[in-house]
T-cell receptor
Framework: GDSVTQMEGPVTLSEEAFLTINCTYT??????LFWYVQYPGEGLQLLLK?????DKGSNKGFEATYRKETTSFHLEKGSVQVSDSAVYFC???????????FGRGTSLIVHP | DTGVSQDPRHKITKRGQNVTFRCDPI?????LYWYRQTLGQGPEFLTY????????KSRLLSDRFSAERPKGSFSTLEIQRTEQGDSAMYLC???????????FGSGTQLSVL
């Protein structure tokens, strides 16, 4: 079945460092891909998405490119802030049923 | 702006007891989802509703679990004869239609002693 694999955390960075969180997927067909973020004490919220190969999703300085050839959707940000500390979940869409499948999440801790 | 609300935030129960959780979706969102999340794992799909109709259930949803959405607004998730393995965060989410942009509540943390 469809699945998502994320790098294990926590990822610990200093403020203004470059961030990459790796995500690869296994799916039949051509799913949509998503990054959700969960800030402490809050519910998950959609950060960005890409619906087809070579699409780039972006939001709040974060970017991710849908790479069909490597089945990847890595999350990047050029300069992280303390306020980016959260858990990041990669997810894929299941086609017609609109039921996302989530990865295990990667915790990001940013120090001042 | 009222988001998805879940009640209670925390529930501690003894093994064998029944528990019920409530979810109030965003107004006019016709799809409502239940997910379960255990420590160190991502959310796992349990079931979803389109209005009052329960359209899909995961294999994770054993016979002890039942979900309802009687008027197409709020939903309840009941777990009968709880087991320690049921300890998890139960997440509710809603959407306005056919989209994978889910709006999640903060969850109900269940601890079964």
């Amino acid at each position: 079945g469809d699945s998502v694999t994320q790098m294990e955390g926590p990822v610990t960075l200093s403020e203004e460092a470059f961030l990459t969180i790796n995500c690869t997927y296994t799916a039949t067909g051509y799913p949509s891909l998503f990054w959700y973020v969960q800030y402490p004490g809050e519910g998950l919220q959609l950060l960005l998405k890409a619906t087809k190969a070579d699409d780039k999703g972006s939001n709040k300085g974060f970017e991710a490119t849908y790479r069909k050839e490597t089945t990847s959707f890595h999350l990047e940000k050029g300069s992280v802030q303390v306020s980016d500390s959260a858990v990041y979940f990669c997810a894929l869409g299941s086609g017609g049923s609109y039921i996302p499948t989530f990865g295990r999440g990667t915790s990001l801790i940013v120090h001042p | 702006d009222t988001g998805v609300s879940q009640d209670p935030r925390h529930k501690i129960t003894k093994r064998g007891q029944n528990v019920t959780f409530r979810c109030d979706p965003i107004s006019e969102h016709n799809r409502l989802y239940w997910y379960r999340q255990t420590l160190g794992q991502g959310p796992e799909f349990l079931t979803y509703f389109q209005n009052e109709a329960q359209l899909e259930k995961s294999r994770l949803l054993s016979d002890r679990f039942s979900a309802e959405r009687p008027k197409g607004s709020f939903s309840t998730l009941e777990i009968q004869r709880t087991e320690q393995g049921d300890s998890a965060m139960y997440l509710c989410a809603s959407t306005p239609g056919e989209t994978e942009k889910l709006f999640f509540g903060s969850g109900t943390q269940l601890s079964v002693l």
